[in-house]
């Protein structure tokens, strides 16, 4: 994630651009979420994109991911969506794959590419878990800093429950640990279609809610553009 450092320049920027990221969120993935039509999917995501090449052998697997409805603990889907996720897209920077200082893909677009940095692989998995089921209040998508790498990282987290020791989901490595365990990551803040957290001595403090993120909304508009279907939420 193409990102400077130190984390407060970046991140006095990112809470300034921080608008109705919870309202679209629960836009695209509402209460309860809904099936997707992945043979629209494909077929808009050729009209906008040309030939998917490799990629729609990629696009393939993540629907039958997806279409797996074995009866599964949270834990099970939160490996099966990691490793999904960190096995078919690689690392690549947004300056080299997309010439752009900071480009969040939709889903089908790391999958069509194969390739992505820290954000996608978060933006990917919250997707997916949303749409498997898992509540939107046990995710949120994390922004670190990666203090062995020394500089700004995107992972995603579950909670069990609202008070419980997160679980992270990181592209750096395929085992999903408790955030105890990654004293290499620095929580700056957190987010989801419920608000906003900064991490505090007394645990994370919600303050307020997220209001506007415009990256979410160019990222919502193109997975609408793609064939994914928006609901309105109360």
């Avoid at 006095?12 to 990221?21: Q, R």
């Avoid at 998508?141 to 700004?152: D, F």
Wanted: with cysteine; hydrophobic share 40%.
């Amino acid at each position: 994630m193409a990102l400077p450092i130190p984390i407060p320049r970046t991140f006095s920027w990112l809470c300034g651009a921080l608008l109705l990221v919870g309202m679209m969120l629960g836009d695209v993935l509402g209460d309860a979420p809904v099936d997707w039509d992945f043979a629209l999917i494909k077929s808009r995501a050729q009209a906008l994109y040309g030939p998917l090449g490799e990629g729609q052998q990629r696009i393939d697997d993540w629907q039958r991911l997806l279409a797996n409805r074995t009866p599964a603990g949270d834990v099970d889907l939160l490996n099966r969506v990691n490793r999904f996720f960190n096995q078919r897209v690689r690392y690549v920077e947004d300056v080299d794959l997309w010439h752009q200082v900071d480009y969040w893909e939709t889903p089908i677009e790391a999958l069509w590419k194969g390739a992505g940095d820290c954000e996608d692989y978060a933006i990917a998995k919250y997707f997916s878990l949303r749409h498997l089921g898992v509540a939107s209040d046990k995710l949120r998508i994390t922004y670190v800093k990666a203090l062995r790498l020394n500089r700004a990282h995107m992972v995603l987290t579950y909670y069990a429950s609202p008070d419980a020791m997160p679980l992270v989901l990181d592209s750096l490595i395929d085992d999903i640990q408790p955030a105890s365990q990654r004293t290499d990551l620095l929580p700056v803040y957190s987010f989801n279609a419920e608000g906003l957290w900064l991490p505090g001595a007394k645990g994370n403090q919600k303050v307020g809610d997220t209001k506007r993120l415009s990256r979410w909304q160019e990222l919502l508009k193109r997975m609408q553009a793609e064939g994914f279907p928006v609901e309105t939420t109360n």
